[in-house]
Each structure stands twice: as C-alpha cells, then as structure tokens.
C-alpha cells in the first residue's frame, strides 16, 4: 500500500466547494474517487481563474485534482440505474445537494442503503439535513453571515466583513472527510454504514470558539475587534516600515520577554497588565499604542527574528507571492507542479496532511468534463459500442 486510502472506492456526486474539497482529500490519499457530473458539468467548471486559451477554471482543476470524470444525467432512470449498480460495489458516495434534491433525484441516503446496506453516505450541504432552514441553498457568505462570524470580523467602524477564502466550504469539506472516517472506521467494527450530515452554519458555528463562551458565559455580545482577542494581550498586528507584523503574547511569562525585548520592564510593575486576563481587559489604547511605536521604525522581519530568538510567537503579514514563495512553504511541499491537459503547467497547493508511511501526493489532473467517458462505460462497465451511442442519443451521459 502506497497511500493509506488505497482500495477506497468513492462516488462522487459533489459541485462546487465543500463536498469536491472533501473527495480531493480522500483522492490526495489513494482512493478511487470517480466524479459524476451532469452532461452540463459541475457549476464551479465556470469559476474562475479561467485560462485564456483553454476556457478551462483554474479553481476546478485545482479542487478535482486525483479524480476520474464521468457523466450522467441523474434525471434519467437508465442513468439512475447504472449509477445503483455502481453503488453495489462501493465504500462511499459523497453527495452536497440542497436537501431534498438527492431524495427528488433517487439518489438518497434511504434509497442507497436499501443497495447497499453497508454504503457510507457524507451530505454536505447549507443547513443540514434537519431543522427549520434545512432547504434553503446557501453559499459561503451566507454562512459566515447567519453563524455569527461576518459580525465579529472586521473593525469596530467598518461594516461587518467576510473572512476572505470560503472557509465555511472549505472547513466543512474537512469535516466532511473526518466524518468519513469515522463512519469507516465505526463501519470495520460493526459492519454498519451510515449517513454524515455536515453542514456549512454547523461549521462556522464552530469556528467561534470563544466568542460563544463569552457570551454564555459573560452575557456579553462580542462584536468587530479587528485585529485583536478578546482572550489574549498583546494579539495583534502592527505596522512597521515595511509593510505589518503579527504578534502573540499568550501568556504571562511570555509577557516578560516581551517587555525586555522592548526595553519596557516598567510594564510589569502595572497592575493593569498584571495577568493576561487583565491585559486583554486593558489592552487599549496605552498598551496597544507603546507596542505599536516600538514596531513602526523597524522592518518586519527584523521584529521576526528579535521575537524568534525569544520564543515569542510572530510573523510577518506575507502578501499571496510572499507566502507562495515562502522556504517553510517549499519545504513542506506545500505548493505542487503539474501538468494539465490543457491548460498546460499549473502551480497550486499540495496536502497538507502528512503520513509518515503512506504519504499523500497530487498525481494526475483534474478530469475534462466527460474524459473518461468511453473508457468507463465500455472498458469498465462492459458496454458495446452501440449501447455507448445510445447513452449518448438518450441525454444519459
């Protein structure tokens, strides 16, 4: 075994982020994910970057790397039924429709399992597969928006501000995958399946750590801090001649170092900087403003490497180049070449899950809408030449 997910067998309903993220993980480790489009293609096909010559979305082949491509119109009941004969032989089906789609479909949970009573089954979806919103589509900026996260992001007199990246996709992909895992692994010692339901609110909703504490806990509504934490002080960035750092100070021995790094001893002798807790209540305007003059002549490197030596948690703020082009970057592997059909060379991330044993690796592009089409339905599922026309003549591929 190569890759630790070797043997996987993996059908992939999924279009645009969460759920193609999701398979890209399992395919970066050695499944066997085949991607089921519509005739008409996955939505995120025409999301750009779109390479000139080609026509083709960078974004796609990036998120659909490792991945063999057919289609199949699932409105059509010969479709449906190749697809249930697929489903007999397989481990997973991945699936990120609005719910109530897959059951319209025929392709559900409830359906699936009455094939094959061992089939994982991972929903991505908006809202999940239970509650009030449960139909109501959703992209990531709705996400962010209803679980709280635009309105604490952003500064106190900006509007309210999405994290940039869609981080309600792309988190909810990983714990999509997780759950896969889970439910795989609950699989090898019951010999049951299941359905994973994760959705994009449940995911952000998440992601606000403390922001919930405080409210439960404190009675406080939190709101746009910019750049700092209502938890730790210092925890900010600050502008230097070159461009802007970011620096940690998370706890009091910490706070020490510091203060001698910036020759301010006399800091520690304030009773408003006494603990953590006290600094984050404390933090601004005098505190914040003494560490924001002591990095406005310096370079940001400089004040990286000053903090380094220390052990103080800090780095520089590295614009999209900077960090593409970063050695801890190369170092990690974390950006990889390769060639795609037609776009031709590409550079984009690698995985970021490292196994010591069974490493994970970017093999082979993603798939042209339809690629393996005639290889599919005559080398692999037995079709004669004039059944794989009829496909074609009937709207079913």
């Not at 597969?129 to 900006?158: H, W």
């Not at 304030?270 to 505190?287: F, G, I, V």
Request: charged residues 25%; proline residues 6%; aromatic residues 8%.
């Amino acid at each position: 075994m190569k890759k630790a997910l070797e043997g996987l067998k993996v059908l992939d309903l999924t279009h645009a982020y969460n759920g193609p993220f999701c398979t890209t993980l399992l395919a970066d480790n050695g499944a066997d994910v085949l991607k089921i489009e519509p005739p008409h293609g996955d939505q995120c096909r025409t999301w750009g970057p779109i390479d000139d010559k080609s026509g083709e979305s960078g974004f796609f082949a990036f998120l659909n790397r490792n991945k063999k491509g057919i289609t199949l119109n699932l409105k059509n009941k010969e479709a449906r039924e190749i697809f249930y004969e697929l489903v007999k032989d397989a481990d997973v089906v991945v699936e990120n429709f609005r719910p109530g789609v897959s059951k319209k479909l025929k392709v559900d949970y409830d359906t699936i399992k009455e094939i094959n009573p061992g089939i994982v089954y991972a929903s991505g979806s908006g809202f999940g597969q239970t509650g009030p919103l449960k139909n109501r589509p959703c992209y990531d900026i709705v996400a962010q928006s209803m679980a709280g996260m635009v309105n604490l992001t952003g500064f106190e007199d900006s509007v309210p501000t999405k994290v940039g990246p869609s981080i309600a996709d792309n988190v909810t992909g990983i714990y999509l995958c997780v759950g896969v895992m889970m439910a795989l692994y609950n699989k090898e010692k019951t010999g049951l399946g299941q359905q994973v339901d994760v959705s994009m609110f449940d995911t952000i909703f998440t992601l606000l750590e403390n922001a919930i504490v405080i409210q439960t806990m404190k009675g406080i509504t939190p709101q746009r801090q910019g750049n700092i934490d209502p938890s730790i002080a210092p925890f900010d960035i600050y502008a230097t001649v070159d461009g802007y750092v970011a620096i940690g100070v998370g706890n009091d021995r910490l706070f020490k170092l510091f203060c001698d790094l910036i020759e301010r001893p006399d800091l520690l002798d304030n009773p408003l900087y006494a603990t953590n807790d006290l600094r984050s209540q404390n933090y601004r305007p005098e505190l914040q403003s003494i560490i924001a003059e002591w990095c406005s002549n310096k370079s940001k490197y400089d004040i990286e490497n000053m903090c380094d030596e220390i052990g103080i948690p800090c780095g520089p703020v590295l614009d999209m180049k900077e960090a593409i082009d970063h050695p801890h970057v190369q170092a990690r592997e974390m950006m990889v070449h390769q060639t795609h059909p037609t776009i031709g060379e590409m550079y984009f991330q690698g995985c970021p899950i490292k196994l010591s044993r069974t490493p994970g690796s970017v093999d082979t592009p993603a798939p042209l809408l339809g690629e393996y089409n005639e290889e599919f339905y005559k080398n692999v599922l037995g079709f004669s030449d004039e059944k794989y026309k009829k496909l074609i003549e009937n709207e079913v591929i």
